[in-house]
């Protein structure tokens, strides 16, 4: 997979992130662990081993292949083995999935190993896309993906024989995958990350429903916070834009004493030729050769020296620059300018970065209705390369959500265990504090209809409505009838 | 307790007054100014092998800087400390120029991107509660000479070339922070305000580009104690001899005599830290004794820690109460590790009722006979405030720059803190409310909220704020 098959991917993910989801659970109440370290959600240092784990998730992805060398036939699993999680765990065909367990036996012990390696090295990437940009090849993130269905087969068969504390430690092992992942640079990477955390958190939900588990409140709030970053993933996409256009950023250092080669700039129109797939630069560029390239470096020429100055570039550098070079400067510092806001703003409070994407998408050229603008890059870079922040946004949002209710829930348990029913409103749950809502800053919605409560997450400011709700029922399980002694003859 | 003493001063270094701050427009550019450095920047390397290699670099440079009065150190250190405009520009060459390699290996370990601490995690497995720190480098001195460096630019008028510089020590600062360090927890925190002193001189310069966005998008919480507390349980693991053999097999275990020798001297600190004395001569008597009265209870939580009937009858008593102190020191670790997540208010409630929950004396029934709670709790005790002091301080220069925008696009500062709309205010991050602020005569108070529950360690912070004088208009 290349990034610039990313748009698909990535509307793949939105989609797969953004459905309104109900989870119901019939759950028992639950003290706290005794010992938080045994149901800890992400391996401990005293557990970790030296070693980088994205080589060791590559050894996993080899001794899959040894397993099922045959692509197709592992799609047809992953999609089977993706009905196996979905479905309601007492439903689900046990022997089938001891089967597929057993015999991805091999790999599931080194994808154990490696989400216990102290580090996750993703140098190499950065390296692919200073040199690549958006051409990147990614086949380590598809091969990542692959594991996680059989960690679901993994923890179900744990549940399904009694064990919930091995389940735990195989969700520990799913959650430590997504945190792998989301430290690789690209959104795309955290994106997949997000979803990873969510399979492993839809895997915690089932083991909270075993009668033996303890409360994971201490555990899910032991978790960092916030859980996965788009940080590194907006970093990269900067590296990207840079690896996508030749000589970018010797210009960006030297404009004034850069000089394109014929080569360079025939590949740079080639370039805006293939992303240009927008009106304006799609008309322009599809009969572009160095005149109509001349035109539009002309018409913006004291727009972009202006940026440049702005920038904070000397005036005799400013006059200097080659138009070609000025042009190219203004497309990214443009496009610059539109990422860090993006990348600041993901890094609020929901409320707070909303607002200023709200901003961002007023202000910017890159999102007003097309059509050429005389001030306008040549070289749109914003346009074309600039990721959707407020989707990214919005996916992030989810997986907080989705922590912070089970951490309500888990904290309801805790409640019931103590009070010996449901409480009448969350305020009066006092053994542990309740995350509020992270898209509002208050508490979740919370009813009450006799043994059953529902927690609600409702749609939030910006976004698509109802695809973003989020509610969780919990039924107390009664507890079983103790049988009346037989009496011993 | 550095940083108490920094945090409590930061009233009164203020100027009578008022702090200067003048107005910025907005970022053209977010990643010009930024207070972390980028992976743009970021180099294949390992920071705590760059560290170790500027380490050598400086004492060859510097061979006494440890011993004695030192006259570089005396003069960095003043270099830090005296008022900037004080400060001739002349003296930074002798302190910089004879660290000039090490810095550069600071400078390139600070964008380097990953850290390897296994050398300290493996030696604080192995030896527990005596371990030195061999695998941390000397990252105070790294971040205070970026940070010299820094004032250096500053006075020189290049706010932009010196916040490059603070954002290089900050790096450094979370990467000391990450590493497993139970015992230099608060340093990183004290050096962070060291580091925040100077940018707040940033803020001051005319030229100084608006920090908003370079503030919004740090990390946050900029400091965890999580490092920390997983270096306490490596620590309590190492402190009790074979207790990860005796955690998978409590039956089959035997230590030998070097072991035993190790476990009287942890026995012996161990019992100081919970209020107990007695002569380390006497220590392998005063062990028998204590494991002998503990020796149902140690049995009883190898039990609900799910051992067999079997197992647990057969274990030898000096396993049963390592393993007995092994999980009450896990179980309180636990607990604070999951308080310390929390927000500041339930975060020190928890910690307070740990604290309660386990005081120094006599043995208690249910305690272990190997006391490790106590010790374990000394070390987290001051886990929380200097952490979330530092938050308020980020939250407060953030306000700041909001200001400063505000500054720019009125010409004034606002009556109220809800007049600025150019970008969003962040809350007071220990009490979650907004900061209290004042305008009286031109200038502007800020002063951070109160919490429910004080602790020493977290000061209010009161700034005092103003913009530069108009120039006189000459008749």
Redesign the interface.
Known sequence: MSLSCRVGVLLLLFASLSAAETVSLAVSPAPPPRNLYRWQLLPGLLVQKPGDAIEAYRKVHAAIKEVEPDQAAFARLTEEMDKLRMARLEDVDRVRVKEIVEQFKKPLGLVEQAARCEQANWDFLVERLRKSGISTLLPEIQEMREIVPLLAMQARLHLLEDRPEEAVKVVATGLSLARHMDECPTLIGHLVAIALARISLDMLADCTSHPKCPSLYGPLTDLPRPFLSPRKGYEGERISCYGTVPGLAKIAANPAGTELDAETVATIIRLFRGLSDDERPLTQFRIVDRYTLGLAMQKSMKAAQEAMRTAGYDEETIKKTPAINAGLLYGVLQYEEGLGRMAAAAMLPYPQASAQLDEINKTFPFKRPRGAKPDEPPFPLARMLLPAGDKVLLADLRLQRRIDLLRVAEGLRQHAAQAGKWPEKLADVKVVPLPDDPATGKPFAYTRDGDTITLDAPAPKRGISSDHTLTVTLTLRKPEEKKPEEKKP | MTSLVLFATLIAAQPEDGRQISPAAP??????VQLLP???D?V?DDVVKLGHQADEELTKAIPDRFGGPNPWKRQADSLLADPLDDIDPKRFDPVLKPAAKAIELWERAARA??A???NL?KHL?KVGIAAGFPGTPDFETGIQLLAIQARMHLRAGNP?EAIRNLALSLSLIRRWNQA?NPFQNAQPAYLTDQVLDILQDCQAHPRCPSLY??L?????PFL?P?GAL??L??ML?GTLPGSEQIRADPVGTRLDNDAMQRLDRAFYTLSAFSGRRFNLLTARLHLGLAIKNADADAREAMR??GYTKEVVAATPALNAAILHSL?AG??V???E??AL???YD?AQERMEAVDRAHPRGEAKPGEPGIPSVRFLIEQSMNLLAPFHALERRLDMLRTIEALRLHAHQTGKLPAKLEDIKV??LPLDSPSGKPFDYQLEGGMAFLDSPAVSRPNAGLFSLVYRLRLPKPPEKKP
């Open positions: 970022q053209a550019n977010p990643f010009r980028g992976l743009m970021q294949a991107d990953r390897d601490w296994s995690t497995r932009v497993p966005e370079a919004a998008s740090l990390p946050r965890t999580r997983e270096g349980r490596l693991v609900s820690a999980m896990e179980d670790l636990g607990q590790s999951a997540a929390l927000s339930p970008v969003a």
